[in-house]
């Protein structure tokens, strides 16, 4: 028997127990219609798919001039610890995204998950150093911070949205206790679990901010080219003064079963020789000691979607995009009709609209909390988020998320209808 307070800390973390909570709600009530998992749809995966990606790889190395030997061996053996298709993963960045970096600056990971956990290894030197959050958050950037026992610190951010005046608050508050702001994580593209989008003027505010006080911000941005209309510039793309760390995956885009992701750590490291090396590098040696490398096979997949597609992934990703927003735009409007204004006030209840991404935030007039979350799935048949699994520091206790992504219109329908009948029967509760 093993004492559990003789394990890590972290193992007692009520955030790592949520997708198990979740799960275990999903498993014991089938019939529930959830608006939990932040998955792609179904509909758009195709099994055949996967072998056509790979023959496609494969001709591409041998239009590459690769022997058959050379091949099998990229196939089946261990790979470069950085990944063996940086080249089309730059040159995807560069015509999709306007990223123009070297190949050596990108380390292909297992998930962006890995890139968390690489970036924050090698950025938290020691105990003043801390990670600023964008919060409300999502919880693998805490949990993998959590797991390094690196202190994080919330950057709440207002009713409006992102602020960087929030943001350089934090810096100097935390300078002022002794302690080193090192980075700030943000999702700047309809946010998990917000929804919310940094507007083009705050972008460049908050680079400007970064530069000023030597501040990392690491950016996350998975759902972006599977949102409708034209995104809105990355970071990484407008930065000029190197001081964007750019985390990107593959599981929103291709498929989350392949479990590829990339960072982008093109700033440069300096020793006290001189000598100078990417950042990539150094994430590199850390991944060597996690993953050894990231699946061969599973990077031959990706390669081959985004040869399908010329590198554009957004054109891969047109149909699923417009399949996301129209999900998007019918659970507002399947929300304003089973909630319309009159009752939503006498409930205390309201929403954000966001444009795009698979998530959005609905504020209620009770507590959220797991108990509530069993009797809407019991009682009504709809299983939600709650919000406060999103507040490192607390917070969040009277909001729920929905994510949109996973179901049909019907559903959708059906599960909303279900949700004001929920709604209407807590706020009744003494």
Not at 49 to 54: E, K, N, P, R, S
Not at 241 to 268: I, N, W
Not at 300 to 323: D, F, Q, T
């Amino acid at each position: 028997m093993l004492p559990k307070d003789g394990l890590h800390a972290s193992l007692a973390e009520p955030v790592l127990d949520t997708m198990n909570f979740l799960n275990e709600v999903t498993m014991r009530y089938p019939d529930a219609i959830s608006f939990a998992p932040g998955r792609p749809y179904d509909g758009f995966f195709a099994t055949e798919d996967i072998f056509t990606h790979l023959r496609r790889y494969v001709d591409h190395l041998t239009a590459e001039g690769r022997s058959p030997d050379q091949i099998r061996t990229a196939m089946y053996q261990y790979g470069a610890t950085a990944g063996q298709i940086r080249e089309l993963i730059a040159e995807s960045l560069r015509v999709d995204e306007r990223i123009d970096v070297p190949a050596a600056s990108i380390v292909v990971t297992v998930g962006a998950q890995e890139g968390m956990l690489l970036v924050l290894r090698a950025l938290m030197r020691g105990p003043d150093d801390v990670l600023l959050v964008s919060t409300p958050c999502y919880v693998g950037i805490t949990g993998a911070a959590r797991l390094l026992d690196i202190p994080v610190v919330d950057v709440e951010e207002p009713a409006d949205g992102f602020s960087c005046a929030e943001v350089e608050a934090a810096v100097l508050r935390e300078r002022a206790r002794g302690r080193n702001p090192r980075a700030l994580y943000v999702v700047p593209d309809h946010s998990n679990p917000s929804g919310t989008t940094i507007a083009p003027d705050t972008r460049d505010e908050l680079l400007d901010l970064a530069a000023r006080y030597g501040l990392l911000i690491l950016e996350d941005s998975p759902y972006r080219l599977v949102s409708p209309g034209t995104p809105v510039p990355t970071l990484k793309s407008l930065d000029t003064a190197g001081v964007v760390v750019h985390l990107g995956s593959y599981s929103k885009t291709v498929f989350p079963g392949a479990r590829v992701g990339f960072v982008v750590a093109d700033q440069e490291v300096v020793d006290e020789h001189g000598r100078t090396t990417l950042l990539a590098d150094e994430l590199a040696k850390i991944k060597s000691m996690v993953t050894v490398n990231t699946s061969s096979l599973s990077q031959a997949v990706v390669a081959g979607a985004l040869l399908a597609a010329g590198g554009r992934i957004s054109e891969l990703n047109v149909k699923p995009a417009g399949h996301y927003g129209d999900a998007m735009q019918a659970t507002l409007h399947e929300l304003d009709r089973r909630l319309p204004a009159g009752r939503r006030e006498r409930l205390g209840v309201r929403w954000n609209s966001p444009t795009g991404g698979f998530f959005l935030a609905v504020r209620v007039g009770f507590e959220t909390d797991e108990a509530a979350l069993t009797r809407s799935a019991r009682n009504h048949g709809v299983i939600w988020t709650p919000m406060r699994y999103f507040y490192p520091s607390g917070g969040g206790y009277r909001t729920l998320r929905l994510s949109t992504s996973y179901l049909s219109h019907a559903e959708i329908e059906e599960g909303i209808t279900r949700l004001a009948g929920f709604i209407e029967d807590e706020t009744a509760r003494p």
